[in-house]
Every structure is written in C-alpha cells, then in structure tokens.
C-alpha cells in the first residue's frame, strides 16, 4: 500500500520502530466498588452499588521539526505539549428486578436509579516543568431513571417495553495563558473555549417481540431510540497542542440515533444460530477529527446492517463458533452525503474453536478474526486509500480452579504485519500516517477472586 514520500523515515514494515520515538504516555487508576443485595419478597431483588474511580494520566509530545532547519530530527529533545490530567467519577446505581403478574400474565421488571458524577481536571503546557497554557475544568452531573418490562403475552410470544429518562448538567470552563504559551503570536483567533454551564434532558425508547414459532425457531424485533451524552474527554479532545488553533468544544451535541431490527433465531440440541438486520440513522454522531485536534457532531449518518453468529457443540467438550456481519455506514446529509464514514469495514467476522481439555481446568481457544478494507480516519470526502482487509489468528490455553486462574495466550500466531488505524492528509491526496500493530505477541495471566 503506497504512502508519498516524506521526510520522516515510514515504519509499516517494523512495528516496533516510531517515528516519534521519545513521546510518552503514563496511567495510573484506582477503583474502589461496592454492593449489596437482598432479597425484598418472593420475586423481588434490590441491588445497590457504589463506586468511585480516580484516573490520571501524563504524556508528553515532542516537536520534531525544530528550528532553524525545520527538517525532521528523532533526536530531538524540544518538547512540544506536555499534558497532565486528573479524574474522578463517583456511581452510585440502586436497581430492582421483581417477577410479578399483571393482566393475569408473567412479568419482569428491571428498574432502577443512575446517578454519576464526574470532575476533570487537566493541565496543558510546552513541557513538565513549563507554566500551564490551558487549565481544562469540567465537572459533568447525570442523573437517570430507566425501567424495562418484559411480558410473556402467551407460552410463544414475549413482549419487551420500555425507557430511559435522564438529565445531564455540565460546566466547563478553559482558564488560558497567553504568558506560557510560545505559539501565543501566531493565533489569529483566542484559542481559548468559551466557558460552558448547560444542562438538558434526553429519553431513551424500546418495544420488542419474540414469536417462537416452534421449539428450535423464533422471529424477533425491535425499534428503539438512544441518545448518548458527550463525556469529558470528548469535549476537550486534544486539547490545543503544538501549532493547534482550534479551541476544545465543550458545546458537543448529544448523540441520538433511532433503529429498527428483526431477524430469528434457530436452537436445537447441538446448533445455535441468529441472524439479524438492522437500520440505524443518527444525529450529531460524535467523532474526533485528527486535522482539528477536536471532536466534532458529524452530519446526520446511517448504518445499515446484517448480523450473523453460529455455534456447534460437535462435543459437549468440543465447540465450534462463528460469526459474520455486514455494515454500511453513510452520511445521509450534507457535504458528504453518500459517502462512507471513516473507520467501518463493510465486512467483519469471526471463526474458532473451544476444547475443554481437561474440563475447566485446561480450555483451548483458536479464535481467526478477519475484516475488509476500510477508509482511513478523516478521509470523509472517500478520496485517499483504505486501510487494507486482513486477519488474525490468536491461541489460548487457559483454566481455572475454584478462585484461581490462568492462561497463556499467543495473539497475532502467525506474525501478521497489519495496521488497522490510520489519519489521511486533509490535504493531499495518498499522503497519510499508519500505525501498525503488534507482531506475535505472547500474554501470561494467574490470578486468584475473591
């Protein structure tokens, strides 16, 4: 797959070389959770869970080009963009599953609160020991309520229904200083956000049905409309880095799609198989463009889709599976209108095989993954290469005891050069960066739960 010629060395024949060799990236969490259930009555159960999780990350970019040469130099050790960021987010998340009868037929209900918060915290400078340039605070407030209800009508026919409500209040603000900043004379507008304080409500939909035809084969669908609210990352990107004029976008649009599905579904003693199609068309889909360094509402999108998996038990210790899927995912509007969107292979799949060896002690898995070509990110206009179609084989022999597990894991066998993401030049056509993927790489796991 051509690449135009450039002044830094390409690397898609080693996977382990970089063109930015001294960047970096640090992570640290720590998550606390906790929960109790208990029963209430005779098909009632309420479980109440807690957590909070603390977050923080540091990287560090460096610039390349320095002057006076402006010529690429990996040596370099001019830093360009340090960032040091912090978040906490707190849950607390009661929910009751109750059976009942109303109308004289069964029931399930799955109700229950969401409540989360989160503050973000994060500092933008030239470099660790640099004064800050950007002082990113957001602190995002959700509150919701849902409840699902599924009805068995009679002995074939199950009926599903029901919602979700929930409110989000966000402020953000973007504290900037030109003083730390030595890009500060080259902006020709403020690089500063606008401070954000907004709130709104949005709803969630769903109605479903489950004939079963005969014991080994059901029909089903659906239509159901979601939404899906920016987080914190989303709205800041990333953050005005080296040369980058454009502001964070705290103002994101919430994400909204309506869909409709249906498909069957055959069960006999040792074959399972499902197929399904659906239509999804979204507003405001949410989507990081690398050209402006932010996230962005994309004009109104579709996908369109076939779903299919599989699996034969040859062996109560021995099982084959697989699994197909088609997508196609358009701009229904605007300047791309009919166009793909980026980063979706129309094809994609799966196949393997699970042996229990040993019962649960000692299991196999082969598992090959595949998928067909697809554009690169920000290559909306469909104008530069795709990311070229490949597959992968991984191997697993793991098991567990009681508390105890482990597993040896071989991902990509056969060694496989491949990227699977890739930014196109906004600008010039066959001109883009690739980041490829780990060769054959071997994975140790143990552990205990407790």
Same mark, same amino acid.
């Given at each position: 797959m051509p690449n135009l010629p450039i002044t830094y060395p390409t690397t898609l024949d080693d996977p382990r070389a970089s063109v930015f060799p001294r960047d970096w990236g640090h992570k640290q969490d720590f998550n606390l959770t906790a929960g109790v259930t208990k029963s209430l009555w005779s098909g009632a159960e309420l479980t109440i869970d807690g957590g909070i999780r603390r977050k923080f990350q540091q990287s560090q970019f460096f610039n390349y080009f320095p002057a006076p040469s402006f010529t690429f130099d990996p040596t370099s050790t001019e830093s360009s963009n340090y960032v040091n960021t912090g978040m906490t987010t707190t849950s607390l998340t009661p929910r009751l599953v109750m059976t009942h009868n109303a109308f004289g037929v069964p029931n399930e209900l799955k !109700?229950?609160?969401?409540? #989360?918060?989160?503050? $973000? +915290?994060?500092? =933008?400078?030239?470099a660790p020991d640099s004064p800050i340039i950007h002082h990113y605070n957001i602190r995002q407030t959700t509150a919701a309520f849902y409840a699902l209800n599924r009805t068995s009508i009679r002995p074939d026919l199950d009926v599903s229904y029901g919602g979700r409500v929930q409110w989000a209040g966000v402020k953000a603000t973007d504290d900037y200083s030109s003083a730390g900043d030595p890009n500060a004379f080259f902006y020709a507008s403020n690089p500063q956000a606008p401070p954000l304080d907004a709130s709104e409500w949005q709803y969630a939909a769903h109605v479903g049905a489950e004939y079963r035809i005969a014991p080994m084969l059901a029909v089903f669908g659906r239509v159901a409309r979601a939404f899906r609210f920016p987080n914190a990352d989303e709205r800041v990107g990333a953050g005005s880095p080296f040369f980058a004029t454009t502001p964070a976008n705290f103002a994101l649009k919430t994400q909204t799609s309506h869909d409709v599905e249906g498909g069957f579904r055959v069960t006999t003693a040792r074959f399972d198989f499902q197929s399904s199609a659906y239509v999804m068309d979204l507003n405001n889909? /949410?989507?990081? /463009?690398?050209?402006?360094?932010?996230? @962005?509402?994309? +004009?109104? !999108?579709?996908?369109?889709?076939w779903e299919n998996t599989a699996t034969y038990r040859m062996r109560d210790d021995l099982r084959l599976h697989a699994g197909a899927a088609y997508t196609h995912a358009t701009f229904r509007e605007g300047a791309f209108a009919g166009k793909d969107v980026p980063l979706v292979s129309h094809w994609s799949g799966s196949a393997g095989v699970s042996w +229990?060896? /040993?019962?649960?002690?000692? @299991?196999?898995?082969?598992?090959?993954?595949?998928?067909?070509? =697809? #554009?690169?990110?920000?290559?909306?206009?469909?104008?530069?290469?795709?990311?070229?179609?490949?597959? &992968?084989?991984?191997?697993?022999?793991?098991?567990? #005891?009681?508390?105890?597990?482990?597993?040896?894991?071989?991902?990509?066998?056969?060694? @496989?050069? $491949?990227?699977? $993401?890739? /930014?196109?030049?906004?600008? &010039?056509?066959? $001109?883009y960066a690739a980041f490829p993927q780990p060769g054959r790489t071997f994975v140790v796991r143990a552990g205990s739960t407790f």
């Open positions: !109700t229950g609160v969401d409540l #989360y918060n989160t503050q $973000y +915290d994060s500092d =933008r400078s030239q889909e /949410i989507h990081f /463009i690398p050209a402006q360094n932010v996230d @962005v509402n994309l +004009d109104p !999108t579709r996908r369109v889709g +229990d060896m /040993i019962g649960k002690l000692a @299991v196999l898995d082969v598992t090959s993954r595949f998928w067909s070509s =697809r #554009y690169m990110d920000n290559d909306q206009a469909n104008t530069q290469p795709k990311i070229p179609a490949n597959a &992968t084989v991984d191997v697993r022999l793991g098991g567990e #005891y009681e508390r105890f597990f482990w597993s040896v894991t071989v991902q990509n066998l056969f060694d @496989v050069s $491949y990227f699977d $993401y890739s /930014i196109a030049s906004a600008t &010039t056509p066959g $001109y």
